[in-house]
């Protein structure tokens, strides 16, 4: 195994993307100490995503970043047409499903998006790979190579980093907010909406996410929270991810807090509040510093202002009603609509036969205009 995949592919741990990395332990096929990612698709199925930078050469500043320029660092630089016939030796050796390929930037956004969408074309087109492939997005892309990368990529994602040009200054002073970041984004979403879908990848255009350093800049959870719910209402974003800052030595931020990876999850539920389960920026129960309470998941800060005193009844709620309750979410909520055409329900064990995580959900509903947080033995 070339020794600047190991290298490039444990460097992509500052990318989130949820779950994780674990090695691959296989001396036959020799890729020991490859980070290979379990993932799940946009379609719900389980793979293995080989997540790596094409190139840890920089020519930015980022004040946290550890590829930034000047910093003693290791690098290693692949060009697209050795990299795609490794990762092509990794997938036929059954190692990894798919891709998740990004990039420093060296020689400016145009050229390092250049080579990302050589790899993308020469594994498409001349090493017949049809599997999943995530295709980065780098600050200052023109629009032609955005829309290549919808055609070449199952998804793209541009880093916004900070949530406003005035927080993006405090961490990346070069990086350029409206212009860089967040106008690739919106090409993205035109994309979708104006071109024929037959010319995205398998007949469907790309999804699209972005990732914020959280505490990095000073920004409040409600200043995150606020460009999160544009992106997915503006820009069809799929999903936001949040990193945690955490200080890098030899950068600029290296004496800086870290961030609690506590605000991180409570980012993330508060996201998919947004996204999946019809809440408003509004809704969210901020501190007065604007942030989210960490003790508590948001949902349930929610509940116990609005649902204690006034709990919903499970069998005549709406879907949105059903929502807000903690402990079910959108699948169990049209399991709870089929149950009850077929009978009225009554107590708990029958909540929980459908999936519904009753200690959390009992405090705030109602079965059969009764109250059941006392029946404790049920759940």
């Not at 967040?182 to 090409?187: A, M, N």
């Amino acid at each position: 195994m070339d020794k600047r995949l190991p290298l490039l592919s444990s460097q992509m741990r500052f990318e989130a993307d949820g779950v994780p990395a674990s090695p691959v332990n296989s001396t036959c096929h020799r890729a020991k100490d490859v980070m290979i990612h379990p993932a799940v698709m946009p379609n719900g199925k389980k793979t293995r995503l080989l997540k790596t930078l094409l190139s840890s050469a920089c020519e930015r500043d980022c004040f946290y970043c550890p590829f930034r320029a000047g910093r003693d660092f290791r690098r290693a630089t692949f060009a697209p047409e050795e990299f795609a016939r490794l990762f092509m030796q990794l997938h036929k050796a059954d190692l990894a499903d798919g891709l998740f390929i990004s990039s420093a930037l060296a020689g400016g956004g145009i050229r390092t998006q250049e080579k990302l969408l050589d790899t993308a074309e020469i594994l498409r087109g001349k090493l017949g790979f049809r599997g999943y492939i995530h295709l980065k997005i780098m600050p200052g892309a023109e629009k032609g190579q955005v829309f290549r990368a919808m055609q070449l990529a199952d998804r793209v994602s541009v880093n916004l980093e900070a949530p406003s040009k005035a927080r993006l200054a405090k961490l990346a002073p070069r990086k350029v907010f409206w212009e860089e970041l967040l106008q690739p984004l919106r090409w993205v979403n035109e994309i979708r909406k104006t071109q024929p879908a037959h010319e995205g990848w398998k007949g469907k255009w790309a999804s699209s996410t972005t990732q914020f350093v959280a505490g990095g800049a000073d920004e409040s959870d409600l200043e995150l929270l606020s460009t999160t719910a544009r992106g997915y209402d503006d820009l069809g974003l799929a999903r936001t991810y949040f990193m945690a800052f955490n200080p890098v030595p030899d950068t600029p931020m290296e004496s800086k807090s870290p961030t609690p990876a506590l605000r991180e999850l409570r980012l993330y539920q508060a996201s998919f509040l947004l996204r999946d389960y019809g809440f408003d920026l509004e809704e969210l129960p901020f501190t007065a510093d604007e942030n989210l309470p960490l003790p508590t998941d948001p949902k349930e800060a929610w509940a116990e202002i609005h649902l204690k005193h006034n709990p919903i009844e499970m069998n005549n709620a709406t879907p949105r009603q059903l929502l807000r309750v903690p402990g079910v979410g959108p699948k169990t909520v049209k399991k709870i609509l089929g149950a009850r055409r077929m009978r009225e329900l009554r107590d708990l064990s029958q909540l929980k036969k459908l999936g519904i995580a009753t200690k959390r959900a009992a405090p705030f509903i109602l079965l059969g205009g009764k109250k059941v947080a006392s029946q404790a033995r049920l759940f």
